[in-house]
C-alpha cells in the first residue's frame, strides 16, 4: 500500500525526523509560493516525468502542496502568500522528498486521482487514471450516440473503475457494466463504485474480457485496455514502473487486447452501438494491421492520441478479419 502523507500524519513522526526534513528547506522559504517554487526547481533537477495529471513541475508541486495542505488544486490566488507552520513545512518537504526520491506518481503519493471531473482513490494496484477518453465520455460521443438514450454501457478492462463511473454519471440512463481481469484492481474499483454511490448503476465483473460477462447488447463498448509493448515498457520513464504491469503489457507489440477486444464486439454491441478502444502509440501499427478496416481515430481538444470508434455495422462486417489475426 502507499503511504500518504498529511499533514495528521506527520505529527506522528518523531522530533529528529522532522528536524532533518525542515532542515532540507532554506530558512527564506516560508509562503506557499515559495514552497510551490522550490518543489518544482527540486523536480526539474531530479528529472521527473510528468504525465500521471499534471504535466508540469509548477503543476506537480501545486498538487502535492495542496494535498499535504488540505486544500483544493485550484485554491484563491491569495493563499500563495499565506505563511506555513513549521509541521506545515516539514510535512510538504516530506511529500516532495518522496516524489522526487522515489519516483512514484503523485496520485500514488496522495491516493487520489481525477477522471472526467471526479475523484477517484488509486493505489499501486490500478494505473493512475488519465486517459484522454475522459473528454469523450464528457461529450457524450455525440454525433454517434444520444447521450439521453443510451441504456447499456460496457467497459473492458476497468481498472480502477474510472471510466466505468464517469460513464455512470456522465449517461444518466445508463447501467454499466466493468470487466477487469485482476482481483486486486477489482478492488480498488468496488471501492470507487461505492465512493461515488452508483452500486446499483455500475456492476464489475471478475472477467478476461467478455469471458465471464452475462448475454447482452451494448450501445456503448468502451475500453482502455493493456496496449504497450515489451520494448516500449522497458523505455518507459521510472514513474511508470511503479504501475501494475498487467494493466500496460500487451502480447504481439502490443496489440493483443485490443485485438481480441475487436474480434468478439460485434456479439455484444447493439446495432446502433460504437465500439471505442484506446490503443495509444499503437495506432500506426493497428492501421497498418488492418489497411481494410475504416477505423475513425477520434480528435481531443485537451490533447490525446490513438483513441479509434467503429460502429456496430463496421464492427460485425470485419469480426472475420479480426478473428482470423488472432490465430
Not at 499533514?7 to 532542515?23: M, T, W
Not at 506537480?60 to 502542496?65: D, F, H, K, N, S
Not at 510535512?91 to 522526487?100: G, M, N, Q, T, Y
Request: net charge negative; charged share 20%; glycine share 6%.
Amino acid at each position: 500500500m502507499a503511504a500518504y502523507y498529511s499533514i495528521d500524519s506527520v505529527s506522528a513522526l518523531v522530533a529528529p525526523a522532522q528536524e532533518i526534513v525542515l532542515s532540507a528547506v532554506p530558512e527564506e522559504l516560508v509562503t506557499i509560493r515559495d514552497l510551490i517554487r522550490w518543489g518544482a526547481s527540486r523536480f526539474q533537477a531530479a528529472g521527473l516525468c510528468f504525465g500521471h495529471g499534471t504535466d508540469n513541475a509548477f503543476d506537480e508541486a501545486r498538487l502535492l502542496l495542496a494535498h499535504a495542505l488540505h486544500l483544493p488544486f485550484d485554491f484563491p490566488a491569495d493563499y500563495l502568500d499565506a505563511r506555513l507552520t513549521a509541521s506545515e513545512r516539514a510535512v510538504v518537504a516530506a511529500l516532495f522528498a518522496e516524489r522526487s526520491e522515489s519516483r512514484k506518481p503523485a496520485a500514488y503519493l496522495t491516493g487520489e486521482a481525477w477522471f472526467a471531473g471526479l475523484p477517484f482513490t488509486v493505489d499501486e494496484r490500478v494505473l493512475v487514471p488519465r486517459s484522454p477518453l475522459a473528454e469523450w465520455i464528457e461529450r457524450g460521443f455525440s454525433p454517434w450516440l444520444e447521450p439521453d438514450g443510451v441504456r447499456r454501457v460496457l467497459d473492458l478492462c476497468t481498472g480502477s473503475g474510472c471510466i466505468a463511473i464517469a460513464c455512470a454519471v456522465h449517461f444518466d440512463n445508463a447501467e454499466v457494466d466493468a470487466a477487469e481481469l485482476s482481483p486486486e484492481a477489482l478492488e480498488v474499483a468496488c471501492a470507487n463504485v461505492a465512493r461515488h454511490g452508483l452500486d446499483d448503476w455500475v456492476h464489475l465483473f471478475h472477467s478476461d474480457l467478455y469471458a465471464a460477462l452475462p448475454e447482452s447488447r451494448y450501445q456503448l463498448i468502451i475500453s482502455n485496455p493493456p496496449y504497450v509493448s515489451g520494448a516500449e515498457l522497458q523505455s518507459l520513464p521510472a514513474e511508470y514502473r511503479h504501475e501494475p504491469e498487467i494493466g500496460l503489457l500487451a502480447a504481439k507489440e502490443g496489440l493483443e487486447v485490443a485485438v481480441r477486444i475487436l474480434a468478439r464486439a460485434a456479439d455484444f454491441l447493439s446495432d446502433d452501438g460504437i465500439l471505442v478502444i484506446e490503443v495509444g502509440n499503437s495506432e500506426a501499427l493497428l492501421a497498418d494491421c488492418f489497411p481494410q478496416v475504416p477505423f475513425t481515430w477520434l480528435e481531443f481538444e485537451r490533447g490525446g492520441h490513438g483513441v479509434l470508434l467503429l460502429e456496430a455495422a463496421q464492427v460485425k462486417t470485419y469480426q472475420p478479419v479480426f478473428a482470423r489475426a488472432l490465430n
